[in-house]
């Protein structure tokens, strides 16, 4: 029991270091950012591997989505009648909860994985060391352009993921179970509010962006120089930012829902 | 047991110096009391037997570590006392070649040499080029130019690391084990750019390495490193003679003598006996 606690203690104590780290790490990044944006195109470069690279599994993944919810939706709504609403139940999940969840969780386990490696990498092979030792700060060398990238990226592609699962919903909604496409996009057009469902999606992929990239950047950076210590940063990045993109969505959601 | 040898006293104006250096990792003292200096121009080797602190050592003299007490000062400047902007401009004047290069791999040869002139300086394109290019046909790879790091070997590597790491002309160039795992030919080769690079530049070399037979034949100076402190200094020829059981054992490749062939433990029987009981 005695020994239960002192694991306990010392997890929590573990827990809130590496928060502290965390959050020091990402304040160190802030200051950086004016400095970033000024060499853009390396923001540019990371933006393209990292955003337009992610593009085919997100759209696969939002297409698919948006069918099995049209299909379940369609299962529920016809039980009372309402199978005209199925586009603004598909577009309401989308925008507002599964496009930017999904997105964020789909970009730790592409993008994150591989910029845990690949830093974890550099400082395993002494890039690191040698960009410092040429008077290059890797933080704003390496780490800034990643970090600028992934959250920039992050709500663009909520955004086609929540376009794309639509289009998947309207495929088997209309085309499939034949509700009215009329219907299908005027009650969508009229239930779904932009200040309202689209912002809130909007700042919830914002947020995850940021947390996503901070993991990813944060566990390769500080991984240690060694094949076990890069493998452990990897899998972190996508564990850690799942569990805290669920977590955040929660915090986020209790705050808009009230 | 440096006299006779180069001693912090009597070299002027050196370009680098050590006193008192003390460090330690997780508890374990690395250096106890190290003191040193490198002289202006010339090729020093500081040599030493594995994990004695070759690498820590120049760790601390580029300031990526601090020494928990003693002086570490590169011309003129204490590096643990500079604030990081300092520490940067300071660096930009020494070169650092990486036992294993260090290239970055996502950029070929070329950009590899030419990154440190794109971060620091703002010049034209075909002046980049053409430092560039003078730089790598100095070690002899203008031609692989175009190769990515990992279509290079051990020894071409090295080599790009050197170009890049005189491409800003530095005063001062730190050799990290250059001669560790290679060939026969790749270090003649590195032993050859070490001393004409020296000589046609006008710079301070360090270089650490264990390589005995290598660091005779390019270095002006050497000192010996072991237990945390430095147990001898002077020419290679001079070290080759000398009779202190350290600079001995390490000179002439003795398998055991102060440092010792097995890592501390405890009585062997004891450890034998141990699954019996």
């Known amino acids: 029991m005695i020994s239960m606690w002192q694991d306990l203690r010392l997890a929590g104590r573990e827990f809130f270091e590496t928060l502290g ?18 060499r853009f195109g ?3 470069q990371q933006l393209y591997r990292l955003g337009a690279h992610s593009l085919l599994i997100i759209g696969i993944s939002a297409i698919f989505v948006g069918m099995v919810l049209a299909l379940q939706g369609y299962h529920i709504l016809s039980q009372f009648g309402a199978v005209d609403s199925l586009g603004v139940m598909v577009a309401m999940t989308l925008v507002r909860e599964l496009g930017p969840v999904l997105t964020a969780v789909l970009f730790a386990g592409r993008s994150g994985t591989s910029l845990a490696s ?127 993109v669920l977590a955040i969505n929660f915090v986020i959601t209790a705050m808009i829902v009230g | 047991m440096t006299q006779g040898y180069v001693t912090p006293g009597n070299v002027t ?34 040599m030493g037997p594995s994990g004695t602190g070759k690498t820590t050592l120049l760790r601390l003299i580029t300031g990526q570590l601090q020494a928990e007490q ?55 394109e075909a002046l980049i080029h053409h430092l560039v290019m003078t730089r790598l046909h100095s070690v002899g790879l203008r031609g692989a130019a175009r190769l990515m790091p990992s279509e290079l070997s051990g020894g071409m590597a090295r080599r790009v690391g050197l170009a890049r790491a005189i491409v800003m002309d530095p005063e001062l160039v730190l050799y990290d084990e250059p001669f560790a ?62 009779d202190s059981p350290w600079v001995k054992q390490f000179m002439h490749r003795e398998s055991d003598g102060p440092v010792p062939f097995h890592f501390p433990a405890r009585d062997y029987a004891d450890d034998l006996m141990e699954v019996g009981q």
Do not use: C
């Not at chain 1, 890797?138 to 699962?165: C, D, K, N, T, Y």
């Not at chain 1, 239930?191 to 390769?220: H, P």
């Not at chain 2, 330690?24 to 090729?43: A, E």
């Open chain 1, 21 to 38: 780290a965390v959050t020091r790490f990402f304040l160190r990044l802030l200051v950086e950012v004016p400095a970033s944006l000024l």
């Open chain 1, 42 to 44: 390396l923001v540019w």
């Open chain 1, 118 to 244: 690949e830093i974890g990498l550099m400082r395993a092979t002494d890039q690191l060391s040698g960009m410092e030792m040429m008077a290059v700060d890797p933080i704003q060398r390496v780490v800034m352009p990643r970090f600028l990238a992934g959250v920039i990226a992050v709500p663009l592609l909520a955004a086609i993921f929540s376009a794309l699962g639509i289009f998947g919903g309207y495929i088997i909604g209309v085309g499939l179970l034949g509700v009215d496409a009329g219907s299908f996009w005027a009650q969508m057009n009229t239930a779904v509010d932009v200040r309202t469902d689209v912002m809130s999606g909007i700042w919830k992929s914002v947020a995850f962006g940021i947390t996503a990239s901070l993991i990813a950047v944060y566990e390769g950076y500080n991984a240690p120089p060694t094949a076990e210590g890069v493998s452990r940063a990897t899998t972190r990045a996508i564990v850690i930012t799942a569990v805290a």
């Open chain 2, 13 to 46: 104006d050196p370009h680098l110096r050590l006193e008192g250096v003390r460090f330690s990792r997780n508890g374990r003292p690395i250096f106890r009391d190290v003191s040193l200096t490198i002289p202006r121009g010339k090729v020093t080797a500081i």
């Open chain 2, 70 to 124: 003693g002086l570490v000062e590169v011309d003129g400047q204490q590096v643990d006392r500079l604030p990081r902007k300092a520490l940067y401009e300071l660096r930009k004047r020494i070169g650092f070649l990486f036992q294993a290069g260090a290239l970055l791999t996502d950029l070929d040869v070329y950009e590899n040499v030419a990154f440190p002139l794109r971060e620091h300086t703002r010049l034209p």
């Open chain 2, 181 to 242: 795992g290679l060939d026969p030919i790749s270090m003649g080769v590195i032993v050859r750019l070490i001393r004409q690079i020296n000589e046609a530049l006008g710079l301070t070399s360090v270089i650490v390495s264990h390589d005995i037979e290598e660091v005779s034949q390019v270095a002006d100076w050497a000192w010996i490193i072991a237990d945390g402190r430095i147990v001898a200094g002077g020419t290679p020829e001079a070290l080759r003679s000398d």
